[in-house]
Structure formats: C-alpha cells, structure tokens
C-alpha cells in the first residue's frame, strides 16, 4: 500500500502527460478570417494577416472578383528547441470574393496596419444591369 502511495504522489495524474500535448484536430492550411461590409458610397473588406509582410500581399480585381493572395514565411533563423507543440500554420494562401456589380474597381485602395489588410471599393451609384424588355 506504501508503494502504490508513492507511485501516486510522484505521478498524481498518470493520464496527463499523453493527453497534454495531444494534437486535438485543427486546420491546417492559412485562411486569412474576413469581414465584408458597406461604409457609405464603399463596400470595405478587412482582412486579418497577422505575421504576414506587406510586401508577401496582393490584392487584384478582375471580372468583379477580388483576389487576395500572400505567403507567410517560415522564421528563418530558428533555434533547435525541444518543441512540445507546432501548430503555426506557414505557406500560401488565396482568398476570392465575388463583387456586386455596381463598384468602381479602377478606384479602389488598399492598406496594411497591424497584421489587417483593408481594401476600400467605391461603389457607383447605377447598377451595371441592364433591363431586358421582353417582346
């Protein structure tokens, strides 16, 4: 009885040590989380991108589809370290997002402050529908 005792004062918690670093399931590829919404005469998209340099983003319009793509990179100088976990996700990433029909692509602007992307998209004030009378 004295044995088992101690076998549990040296171990309180025999299950804990597999189950503290137990890869539990999670997504594996980089996608950036994204909110769309309309500010006045402008559809704003913000994007969060935190690790990523401006310079590894790109942001395009074609067709009234709006395209973000970046790469975060891996750290390039990392100690060797004894890791219990390893779950920052690195590599390339692609966002695409259909645009209403009635904004202004050739005007639109894009900034990157603290890790969120926001592109601003005017909109214009007809619609590019056009009504079809039928005979």
Known sequence: MERQFERFFRQPFPFMPS??????????????????????????????????????????????????????????????????????????FSRSFRLPDNVSADKAKASFKDGVLEIRVPRTRESKQKKITIT
Request: avoid cysteine; charge should be negative.
């Open 19 to 92: 189950m503290l670093f137990r890869d539990l399931p999670r997504a594996t590829e980089l996608t950036p989380s994204v909110d769309i919404f309309e500010e006045g005469a402008e559809l704003v998209v913000k994007a969060d991108l935190p690790g990523i340099a401006k310079d590894d983003l790109n942001v395009s319009i074609t067709e009234n589809t709006l395209t973000i793509t970046g790469e975060k990179k891996k750290e390039e100088k990392v100690e060797k370290k004894d890791y219990h976990r390893f779950e920052r996700s690195y590599g390339s």
